[in-house]
């Protein structure tokens, strides 16, 4: 399996800029996409952005054009470059990996960053 640990949360100001990192061990060789998640208070975990093996990138429209996710193959790492910050986009920020081991399919989370945007 993949094990996932993000980083890179915090408080920042409406505007402001913030870089989530997620870094993923384990059976990362079998890892065919990442992304990144979110949820907030009373609402269900939506999908943020996600970048495949292959390098292609999908965006929630919330975020395009604020926020870009890249990754590091050779560090097993995948991040999120989060610009022109606003309030709603307060939530908990999850890492996401899926892909195939053993011919047997596996999505993998990581345990969460809290992202705080308010002045």
């Known amino acids: 399996q993949v094990q996932l640990v993000e980083s890179g949360g915090g408080l920042v100001q409406p505007g402001g800029s913030l870089r989530l990192s997620c870094a993923a061990s384990g059976s990362t060789f079998g890892i065919t996409a990442m992304g990144w998640y979110r949820q907030s208070p009373g609402k269900e975990r939506e999908l943020v952005a996600v970048?495949?093996?292959?390098?292609?990138?999908n965006y929630a429209d919330s975020v395009k054009g604020r926020f870009t996710i890249s990754r590091d193959t050779a560090k097993n790492q995948v991040y999120l470059q989060m610009n022109s910050l606003k309030p709603e986009d307060t939530a908990v920020y999850y890492c996401n990996a899926g892909g195939w081991v053993a011919l047997k399919p596996f999505v993998s989370w990581g345990q969460g960053t809290q992202v705080t945007v308010s002045s």
């Open positions: 970048i495949t093996s292959g390098g292609s990138t």
